[in-house]
């Protein structure tokens, strides 16, 4: 993911973390509240973490936007469930932390991404 982009987000006030220069996602936390930022198959997306299960998978699309996400966009990510998620929302398990996602995500290693001087 572009540097741009990671330190825009640092710029809202974010802690943002990636697995690797070119992923096209990151991670960002403030507090207790995990959400990602991704590029999906045509859009820039904000979307939900939460602990994988078999019925809502690891998070949820809450919303569609651009490269440069507001801070209440992605606030968005912080969220539970989309209200279209219905049925789904009792399998949703939230991390207390990014710590514990951490635990969870063994396999994967995060790097916090640095505030440019």
């Known amino acids: 993911m572009k540097q741009e982009i990671l330190q825009h987000i640092i710029s809202l006030g974010f802690n943002v973390y990636t697995c690797n220069d070119t992923a096209n996602f990151c991670l960002y936390e403030r507090g207790d509240k995990l959400g990602m930022f991704t590029l999906g198959r045509c859009n820039w997306e904000i979307h939900s973490v939460h602990k ?6 690891t998070g949820f699309n809450m919303a569609d936007t651009s490269e440069t996400p ?3 966009e992605l606030e ?3 969220g539970y469930a989309p209200e279209w998620a219905g049925q789904y929302r009792d399998s949703v398990v939230k991390y207390r932390n990014f710590e514990e996602f951490l635990k969870d995500r ?3 290693q ?3 991404v640095e505030k440019a001087v």
């Open 110 to 112: 995060y790097k916090k």
């Open 76 to 78: 968005l990510g912080f």
């Open 52 to 57: 994988g299960n078999l019925c809502s998978g």
């Open 106 to 108: 063994a396999v994967m």
């Open 70 to 72: 507001t801070k209440e």
